[in-house]
């Protein structure tokens, strides 16, 4: 399966050479010059928590053109450039071509079917976690279970075969009829640790330390429950609670999310499509957040604070 990877960050390096590993032809499709170059001239740099660093032979471009039609584009783009991302790689999407999104938050999807349509594709959540150590080197810290399924919850040909090609990477991917309760359970763990470790520049595996910071991230989840709810999306206070805080646990050291990242790099947030869909789907359903509400103009703040 000829797999392109857009967007070579930190999730899409990790994945993609885990797959490039495995033997798979793959692709990165990226922006930034300094990335290419690294990959393809060192090759990329896959570290795990350990320490222990193995060099991934792949290559990368900015001129999606060259790579010819694609049978698989896995999205990893940040959700604010999802739509001229996906249109740059219109050249490579062919009548057969899935597109996978596994980006954060709510909303991608129905970006990505706006260019390319909703038949080609298909949304998951992984909950992996990785950081850009430089140009082409990422820490990939943590391993965890992969979603992925249909927008109609039919287990298709193409969904059963996309999870193939992963799991034979040692991706651990299952597919899934009840995709959206995935996306917001993974939701619910990106409103509850992104914004709060960001905001106060706390490594994630830190963020249990203190009791009025479980307190804060409690408020928080409780909200995206009722918002999810209210969708009849059957999320559970204490069965999410549990699993993020036993996330949290198995963390490594130093585990920065994507918008402490974003944070300390004095870029913009994925908030929008994080907290602010929690916001967004409160307002339209009557249900308060004032949690999400504050963790959306926190960020907004600091996002304001590094513009010139």
């Avoid at 930190?10 to 490039?20: P, Q, R, Y």
């Avoid at 990939?140 to 193939?164: C, M, P, W, Y």
């Avoid at 939701?187 to 804060?216: G, W, Y």
Wanted: charged share 20%; hydrophobic share 45%; net charge neutral.
């Amino acid at each position: 399966m000829k797999t392109v990877i857009l967007g070579a960050g930190a999730m899409g390096s990790a994945l993609g050479g885990a797959l490039a590993k495995a033997g798979n032809e793959v692709v990165l499709v990226e922006v930034a010059k300094e990335t290419i170059d690294a990959v393809n001239s060192r090759g990329l740099i896959v570290q795990d928590k350990t320490g222990h660093q193995e060099t991934v032979k792949i290559p990368a471009t900015d001129q999606p053109a060259s790579v010819g039609s694609a049978d698989l584009v896995v999205v990893f783009v940040k959700c604010y450039h999802t739509e001229d991302a996906v249109r740059s790689v219109t050249p490579i999407i062919g009548p057969t071509t899935t597109i996978l999104s596994l980006q954060n938050g709510w909303g991608n999807g129905p970006t990505i079917g706006k260019v390319v349509g909703l038949e080609k594709v298909l949304l998951g959540v992984s909950y992996h976690s990785a950081t850009l150590l430089g140009p082409g080197h990422v820490l990939h810290a943590g391993q965890g279970n992969t979603f992925i399924g249909e927008l109609d919850g039919t287990f298709s040909e193409r969904l059963t075969a996309v999870a193939k090609v992963f799991n034979a990477a040692g991706i651990n991917v299952t597919p899934t009829g009840s995709v959206l309760k995935e996306i917001w359970s993974k939701l619910a763990l990106n409103a509850v640790t992104l914004p709060t470790s960001a905001a106060i520049q706390l490594t994630a595996e830190r963020l249990l330390d203190a009791e009025e910071m479980q307190q804060l991230m409690k408020g928080i989840l409780k909200e995206v429950v009722a918002v999810a709810q209210a969708q009849k999306i059957a999320l559970e206070f204490d069965e999410r609670w549990q699993a993020i805080s036993g996330l949290l646990g198995k963390l490594a050291a130093n585990t920065k999310g994507s918008m402490l990242q974003d944070v300390e790099r004095k870029r913009r947030t994925e908030i929008d499509v994080i907290n602010g869909a929690v916001v967004e789907a409160g307002k339209r359903l009557g249900i308060p957040t004032p949690y999400n509400n504050a963790m959306l103009w926190l960020i907004k703040a600091l996002e304001r604070s590094f513009r010139p």
